[in-house]
């Protein structure tokens, strides 16, 4: 794994894998079998300091405390929707605010995880992308979020399902993010199935392979587009890698038997969302094992861009299913506090994060939504 060092010249011990842990730790004199020890420690125990490691020996606590330090997100705001979901804004060591959402469903708690500062990807329509690419995060930076929302909220809030669609292109944070999913999917660590864990993309048609070769998670792919022209236009990534050789990829892909491609496609008025569009898109899913998500654009002061009215993305969805592609609406969950699709990073670091939610609420009142500030439950539960 990357292992990272920090100024004082400590190594973050959740940047090493359990083959790694236990080389450090016969390295300091301890035994190999407590490896795996700490590892639980670490990662399903959340533990925040070596004295909690009771069962090994206090010596090599000592020892490791010298040479390694165990890393945290620090909490800065956990704030409840009023339909429940929470979105967690976090801080990194070095300063960056990240975002995790926590959208609870009838029978499913679906995590929404970061993967970078920002987003490079520069597609016209989605607010993360207004920051740039701050930096990529880290793979315990990745890994702590469901450690740690795991840890403030109780079994109401168990976590089932993790979807990569936070802040950031995952698979442009590839080097960190497979290493991440080790994490995830480790029986001696986070140990969620891979059915339970998507990892989202613009299309980065060569680190698609690499993760299908390394791991078996769900790829969820954002097309938002029917033709090469107008995916241009929103999608700056389509210059590299042009629709033709993404869906030739995605038909090549080696899935799992039982797997799809989820295929995001976020409809915006006018732009995406005609009949024509819907005829393309059954088209293009041809010869694809491949699931359509559609989601109706959560408008902002930000962009002109207009969520289609609620009819069009009906109809849209009837073309698709009478012509035998599996398509579902993504409901907008999180609006109020800004934690939907499309509306993390947009934290003023300037302003503290009360501040900030008090003007989103102000912005939301004005637009005429009819939500009560007063209603908002703003949880401050660090
Ligand atoms: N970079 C990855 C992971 C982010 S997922 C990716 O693009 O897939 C975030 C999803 O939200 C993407 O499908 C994106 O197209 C969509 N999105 C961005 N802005 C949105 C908005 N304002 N309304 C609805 N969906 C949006």
């Given at each position: 794994?990357?292992?990272?060092?920090?100024?004082?010249?400590?190594?973050?011990?959740?940047?090493?894998?359990?083959?790694?842990?236990?080389?450090?730790?016969?390295?300091?004199?301890?035994?190999?079998?407590?490896?795996?020890?700490?590892?639980?420690?670490?990662?399903?125990?959340?533990?925040?300091?070596?004295?909690?490691?009771?069962?090994?020996?206090?010596?090599?606590?000592?020892?490791?405390?010298?040479?390694?330090?165990?890393?945290?997100?620090?909490?800065?705001?956990?704030?409840?929707?009023?339909?429940?979901?929470?979105?967690?804004?976090?801080?990194?060591?070095?300063?960056?605010?990240?975002?995790?959402?926590?959208?609870?469903?009838?029978?499913?708690?679906?995590?929404?995880?970061?993967?970078?500062?920002?987003?490079?990807?520069?597609?016209?329509?989605?607010?993360?992308?207004?920051?740039?690419?701050?930096?990529?995060?880290?793979?315990?930076?990745?890994?702590?979020?469901?450690?740690?929302?795991?840890?403030?909220?109780?079994?109401?809030?168990?976590?089932?399902?993790?979807?990569?669609?936070?802040?950031?292109?995952?698979?442009?944070?590839?080097?960190?993010?497979?290493?991440?999913?080790?994490?995830?999917?480790?029986?001696?660590?986070?140990?969620?199935?891979?059915?339970?864990?998507?990892?989202?993309?613009?299309?980065?048609?060569?680190?698609?392979?690499?993760?299908?070769?390394?791991?078996?998670?769900?790829?969820?792919?954002?097309l938002?587009?029917t033709?090469?022209?107008?995916?241009?236009?929103?999608?700056?990534?389509?210059?590299?890698?042009?629709?033709?050789?993404?869906?030739?990829?995605?038909?090549?892909?080696?899935?799992?038997?039982?797997?799809?491609?989820t295929f995001e496609y976020v409809m915006?008025a006018?732009?995406n969302d005609s009949m024509?569009d819907a005829q393309r898109l059954a088209?293009?899913m041809?010869?694809?094992?491949s699931k359509v998500n559609l989601i109706p654009y959560?408008?902002?002061?930000?962009?002109?861009?207009?969520r289609p009215p609620d009819a069009v993305v009906k109809a849209f969805q009837h073309h698709l299913v009478t012509h035998g592609i599996q398509a579902s609406v993504r409901v907008t969950?999180?609006?109020?506090?800004?934690?939907?699709?499309?509306?993390?990073?947009?934290?003023?670091?300037?302003?503290?994060?009360?501040?900030?939610?008090?003007?989103?609420?102000?912005?939301?009142?004005?637009?005429?939504?009819?939500?009560?500030?007063?209603?908002?439950?703003?949880?401050?539960?660090?």
């Open positions: 794994m990357p292992i990272f060092t920090r100024a004082d010249g400590r190594i973050d011990l959740k940047s090493l894998s359990l083959p790694e842990i236990e080389a450090a730790l016969t390295g300091l004199g301890g035994e190999r079998f407590r490896a795996l020890q700490v590892y639980k420690w670490l990662w399903q125990r959340g533990v925040r300091s070596f004295d909690e490691m009771t069962n090994v020996a206090k010596v090599v606590r000592a020892k490791l405390e010298e040479h390694y330090y165990i890393s945290f997100l620090e909490v800065v705001a956990v704030q409840k929707s009023i339909d429940g979901t929470h979105k967690f804004l976090w801080q990194t060591e070095d300063g960056h605010k990240i975002e995790s959402v926590l959208i609870p469903d009838d029978e499913r708690n679906t995590l929404c995880v970061s993967t970078q500062v920002g987003c490079a990807m520069a597609c016209t329509f989605c607010l993360t992308g207004d920051l740039g690419l701050r930096r990529h995060l880290r793979p315990s930076e990745i890994a702590n979020q469901p450690l740690q929302v795991r840890e403030k909220l109780d079994a109401t809030y168990r976590i089932t399902n993790v979807v990569m669609m936070g802040m950031g292109e995952p698979l442009h944070n590839i080097d960190n993010l497979i290493p991440a999913l080790e994490i995830y999917l480790g029986e001696q660590a986070l140990n969620f199935s891979h059915r339970k864990v998507t990892v989202s993309t613009v299309g980065l048609v060569p680190q698609m392979q690499r993760l299908a070769d390394a791991l078996p998670v769900n790829l969820a792919v954002s938002n587009a033709t090469e022209e107008q995916r241009r236009q929103v999608m700056p990534i389509t210059r590299k890698y042009p629709m033709e050789e993404l869906l030739a990829a995605c038909r090549t892909l080696p899935l799992k038997a039982t797997k799809r491609i915006m006018g732009f024509a088209k293009l041809r010869g694809i094992k959560n408008e902002n002061p930000d962009r002109d861009i207009k969950r999180g609006r109020d506090i800004s934690a939907a699709c499309g509306q993390l990073g947009k934290a003023d670091p300037t302003k503290s994060t009360v501040e900030e939610e008090k003007i989103a609420a102000i912005r939301i009142r004005r637009e005429g939504e009819g939500y009560d500030a007063s209603r908002f439950a703003f949880d401050d539960i660090v």
